[in-house]
């Protein structure tokens, strides 16, 4: 079936402007979630949504960042006023909504996108 | 508070060696998984193998097995038979009761020689 798919594939904008980054996660997973991954840097958490609410939104490095989902499917990633230090790739998981185990392990995997790479110029 | 450590920034393996990539965690949630992605250059995020907490033995996936050592609180990568097309940045990551998110360590480069 159809993996994790995001767009724009690549991104570059001018410092100031505002952006919008698209992720289409895998049919029938009620949870997503945004990474930002700097050049060969690890994954960094952003926010997380369980269908159309983000009951983790920790990750989100300021006010210039928000996210939503509709429809429990599709989400956008906006930056507002970007600066050259929100360039990085953004990745976007998806899972099935964790299922707790008997013995209370959390065993879904999450399966990301191939991310947007964003350059503020 | 999670955290996950891989304190090897690069390896080097000869081609059909194993290789073992570290990683330790930390965390106060008896109830935790532990996962392991590669990244190969083209970027993409590859799931390998998951580990549980009460989990009685340790993972296997193909090639990849897991060494659960939870006294420790490590939860090494361990690739057999290593291949050239191995070569990819290796990540450790955990959840917990406490965060739906993965918490990733900041990652292995392994190059596999010829």
Sequence with gaps: GAGVSQSPSNKVTEKGKDVELRCDPISGHTALYWYRQSLGQGLEFLIYFQGNSAPDKSGLPSDRFSAERTGGSVSTLTIQRTQQEDSAVYLCASSLSPPRTTKGSYNSPLHFGNGTRLTVT | ?114
């Design chain 2, 1 to 114: 508070a999670q955290k996950i450590t891989q304190t090897q920034p690069g390896m080097f393996v000869q081609e059909k060696e194993a290789v073992t990539l570290d990683c330790t965690y930390d965390t106060s949630d008896p109830s935790y998984g532990l996962f392991w992605y590669k990244q190969p250059s083209s970027g993409e995020m590859i799931f390998l193998i998951y580990q549980g907490s009460y989990d009685q033995q340790n993972a296997t996936e193909g090639r990849y097995s897991l060494n659960f050592q939870k006294a420790r609180k490590s939860a090494n990568l361990v690739i057999s038979a290593s291949q050239l097309g191995d070569s990819a940045m290796y990540f450790c990551a955990m959840r917990d009761t406490g965060r739906r998110a993965l918490t990733f360590g900041s990652g292995t480069r392994l190059q596999v020689q010829p």
